[in-house]
């Protein structure tokens, strides 16, 4: 089954999957804002909008939201598309901020997306920790499995916003995963926070994903030093960290805003 992905910004891709169309963590609003994340000194500042308007996204089968409480994953502009998404899947910790018809999966809950050619694609809600763990907060956010018929080199993984803990081992465990969309950008916020507190993946949580899950395609999303103030890690460390043996050639980096074909 042809396979093509999108990156428009941040963590909002577009799968395309046969006929199925899946949005993630869609993020639309145009020119430079700041976002408070609900507690103080704790914000960012959208530096530049996405590679595609609104206008441009085609009518969806599903959109995924990791979470739905961070206007880095969830904006104005993305809250747009909802009338347009025939199911949206998210956490069941996201209480509000979605349609009250959304599908609110529990970890390891899955659900399923049925195309209007006849595919069946499983989703599966997988552990992620968005921070340290003494924040609850932190657990308000899910990672995603997607499976379906004809998978060449097994299930794609959409990490969410998170950073490497250990019961993200057991992803491997229950999955045979080939492809990885991580959220990267090793995220913290320092002042206030100690500059150890990180919030998602750097470029050492991504090579020890890529290893754990022995991928045969990792796919960096989230990582934009050009678009988000609080990402803290830029293209070169990334590139650097991933010439480890095992990881350099299954780096895939995505144009921005362009269709690109990927072998799932």
Not at 12 to 24: A, D, W
Request: aromatic letters at 10%.
């Amino acid at each position: 089954m042809d396979v093509f992905i999108t990156h428009i910004s941040t963590a909002c891709v577009l799968l395309e999957i046969g006929s199925v169309r899946i949005l993630t963590d869609p993020v639309f609003d145009e020119g430079e804002r700041y976002y408070s994340f609900g507690y103080p000194g704790i914000g960012a500042t959208r530096l530049q909008g996405p590679a595609l308007k609104p206008a441009e996204i085609p009518d969806l089968d599903a959109m995924l939201l990791s979470h739905a409480h961070h206007s880095d994953n969830l904006d104005e502009g993305g809250r747009s598309l909802f009338p347009r998404a025939r199911q949206i899947i998210t956490t069941i910790r996201d209480k509000k901020y979605v349609r009250d018809d959304a599908i609110r999966l529990r970890r390891w809950g899955s659900t399923t997306i049925h195309g209007q050619g006849g595919e069946i694609i499983t989703v599966s809600a997988t552990p992620a920790l968005h921070g340290p763990c003494l924040f609850p907060e932190s657990w308000r956010v899910c990672g995603f499995v997607l499976k379906w018929e004809g998978q060449e080199n097994g299930a794609l993984y959409i990490s969410g916003d998170t950073v490497y803990f250990g019961e993200l081992r057991e992803i491997g465990d229950r999955f045979d995963i080939g492809t990885a969309l991580l959220h990267l950008g090793a995220v913290h916020f320092w002042p206030p926070l100690p500059s150890w507190f990180r919030f998602t993946f750097g470029s050492a949580g991504a090579v020890k994903m890529a290893q754990l899950l022995g991928l045969k395609t990792l796919i960096p999303i989230h990582y934009e030093q050009d678009v988000w103030s609080h990402f803290k890690e830029d293209r070169a460390s990334y590139e650097g960290a991933f010439q480890d043996p095992g990881v350099a050639n299954k780096v895939m980096w995505l144009a921005k805003g362009v269709r690109t074909p990927v072998v799932v």
